[in-house]
């Protein structure tokens, strides 16, 4: 038996319906912020995985390194109080895998929330040495002066050169950090940033013409 299909049902004029658009509803936070939070507000370097029950306030490396310790998996309960977010605890696992001073610049700025001071637009600046009759003059073999004495005020270039070390690591260090969380992702933040500039004792065109 055959069957005739009405050009006119809706059957063949509707189209496939589009799934739905997954909405993220992770909130958004600068890495910066996601560290500090990490290290002052849940103080996930101060929490006692080791003491904790399995799949509770634990995460999988402090898990598998305590079983491959002990040999056996031991399972107790315990009284935590606040557990740590799985969230904070993914940032000290990725921070402590970063290895070397990237690591220890981490913590460093975790734990302090003190960013480095990059000592933008600061610099040594000469000033005449004065003397008793005014300014110390630099004479040449017959006493004739050809140059006056100066003195440096300010930091001195290694000093400076030794804080942008500071904050370019630092900063590398953040986009990294985020780099890397954003592929892995988190379970209630979304990370962004870093925010804070790269090289910012470098002026740009705008700045250049500002007063």
């Known amino acids: 038996m055959r ?26 936070i600068d890495v910066a912020d996601l560290v500090q939070w990490a290290y002052q507000v849940q103080r996930v370097d101060m929490a006692d995985f080791s ?25 107790t309960f315990l009284s935590l109080g606040n557990p740590v977010h799985q969230d904070a605890e ?6 402590l895998g970063m290895g070397g001073w990237m690591t220890g610049c981490l913590l460093e700025f975790g734990r302090s929330g003190l960013e480095p001071d990059p000592m933008v637009g600061q610099e040594p600046r000469a ?21 006056c004495e100066i003195t440096w ?12 070390l500071k904050y370019d690591r630092w900063h590398e260090a953040l986009t990294a950090l985020a780099e890397s969380l954003q592929v892995d992702g988190l379970s209630s933040y979304l990370v962004t940033g870093p925010s804070a500039k790269s090289m910012p004792w470098h002026r740009g065109i ?6």
């Not at 799949?55 to 399972?75: P, T």
């Not at 000033?127 to 140059?147: C, S, W």
């Not at 300010?154 to 942008?164: K, L, T």
């Open 90 to 95: 993914t940032v000290h696992a990725k921070v």
């Open 153 to 164: 005020d300010g930091p001195d270039w290694r000093e400076i050169e030794f804080a942008r």
């Open 127 to 147: 000033r005449p040495v004065l003397g008793r009759t005014g300014f110390k003059m630099i004479r040449d073999h017959n006493r004739h002066p050809i140059a």
């Open 206 to 211: 705008d700045d250049a013409q500002k007063p």
């Open 3 to 28: 069957f005739m299909m009405d050009i006119n049902s809706p059957q063949k004029l509707s189209k496939p319906s589009n799934p739905p658009m997954r909405v993220d509803r992770r909130q958004p």
């Open 51 to 75: 003491a904790a029950p399995d799949g509770y306030g634990s995460s999988c490396v402090a898990r598998v390194e305590r079983i491959g310790a002990l040999g056996v998996r031991v399972d």
